[in-house]
């Protein structure tokens, strides 16, 4: 079974609004990265966040951490066409073995 | 370029068949790995590896063979076709366990179909 689930499965929303989307998983991680992938192409790493941080920033995402409740959220703010793709949360032990969920599909319109 | 290098990028093959995914990497990264990704689904990892010379299953692994005989290379072979083995794979690998965390570089996919 699959380590991290997204939340929601799809996202609508226009350019300028600002993307919310959550993983939850089920074991204790080293590390927490996010990942994106547009339409037929390899993914693409945007942020890890490690284990005892709480928050990170990177740009226009801000990713935040709550090991308690085994939880992740990926805010894209200011959202563009170009962020139209798929975002994964993966999980990652200390070797770097990843645990994919099965992503949110977002989809910005101008 | 740097990076991780698979191929081919399309192939087609008949039940029954087999074949060998190719996957190199020239970052000198010690852990490699393979995923499936099937429509609607995130990656699941197949097979994967902390070094020359060791493998291990992931969470998908039947139907699926790998080795690696050095560290750039770590293919995958399909021993015998099936329908249900029609997917995109990527091939991916990361730096050193220095006990530091590290981001994955993923190859740009081969898309198998089995007919």
Known sequence: SQQGEEDP????IQEGENATMNCSYKTSI???QWYRQNSGRGLVHLILIRSNEREKHSGRLRVTLDTSKKSSSLLITASRAADTASYFCAT???????????GTQVVVTP | NAGVTQTPK???LKTGQSMT????????HEYMSWYRQD???GLRLIHY????????QGEVPNGYNVSRSTTEDFPLRLLSAAPSQTSVYFCASSGPNTGLPVDAFFGQGTRLTVV
Do not use: E, H
């Open chain 1, 9 to 12: 499965q799809a996202l609508s």
């Open chain 1, 30 to 32: 080293n590390n927490l």
């Open chain 1, 92 to 102: 990652s032990d200390s070797w770097g073995k990843l645990q994919f969920g099965a």
């Open chain 2, 10 to 12: 399309f192939q087609v």
């Open chain 2, 21 to 28: 995914l190719q996957c190199a990497q020239d970052m000198n």
């Open chain 2, 39 to 41: 429509p609607g689904m």
């Open chain 2, 49 to 56: 590896s902390v070094g020359a010379g060791i493998t291990d």
